[in-house]
T-cell receptor
């Protein structure tokens, strides 16, 4: 699976947009970009995923560059409850027959300050 | 819709004892996964069931770990005998399966402490 690189940490002010970057320069054409987060002492929570088009749901937006080598997760109005470790994960489509396991890295710790 | 549930939430046992963790996936989900995070490390994949069959158990650390999913519903993960290094948080996840339905949803985890 392609490796992802994330900064170790970042912070943002409550109510402002949080833009979390991820590099995945070795991503291949059939690999999706997934974002999960883990709030302290809870299980990982699915946020969003995409292949090449930008995606938006009730939690966040995912912006994938045209060359697909990087992406940004956007939390439009961060709240204190968004403080968590955010994981950017690249995983092949099951249509390729590849293993569907998720490979977690260290993630980025987002701290939302009042 | 109920999410993935895990039992117990916490377990404290002594080295050499046996512990069995249980995971109930989201109803109707064919795929069930076990992951764990040991202290200071990243979350690591253990194994993957498709219904009652083991699809991939490449992440199982050794033969002290036994996972089952009888009937393709809930799954158990038994550690026998437990060692100190087995301490950590064990997560279960499930996904519906099928084309483009591979998003995994995680349970809250079981925190295992081996003394």
């Amino acid at each position: 699976d392609a490796k992802t690189t994330q900064p170790p940490s970042m912070d943002c002010a409550e109510g402002r947009a949080a833009n979390l970057p991820c590099n995945h320069s070795t991503i291949s054409g059939n690999e999706y970009v997934y974002w999960y987060r883990q709030i302290h002492s809870q299980g990982p929570q699915y946020i969003i995923h995409g292949l090449k088009n930008n995606e938006t749901n009730e939690m966040a937006s995912l912006i994938i560059t045209e060359d697909r080598k990087s992406s940004t997760l956007i939390l439009p109005h961060a709240t204190l409850r968004d403080t968590a470790v955010y994981y950017c994960i690249v995983r092949p489509s099951i249509l390729t027959g590849a293993n569907s396991k998720l490979t977690f890295g260290k993630g980025i710790t987002l701290s939302v300050r009042p | 819709e109920a999410g993935v549930t895990q039992f117990p939430s916490h377990s404290v046992i002594e080295k050499g004892q046996t512990v069995t963790l249980r995971c109930d996936p989201i109803s109707g989900h064919d795929n069930l996964y076990w992951y764990r995070r040991v202290m200071g490390k990243e979350i690591k994949f253990l194994l993957h069931f498709v219904k009652e069959s083991k699809q991939d158990e490449s992440g199982m650390p050794n033969n002290r770990f036994l996972a089952e999913r009888t009937g393709g519903t809930y799954s158990t993960l038994k550690v026998q005998p437990a060692e100190l290094e087995d301490s950590g948080v064990y997560f279960c996840a499930s996904s519906l399966g099928g084309l483009a339905k591979e998003t995994q949803y995680f349970g809250p985890g079981t925190r295992l402490l081996v003394l």
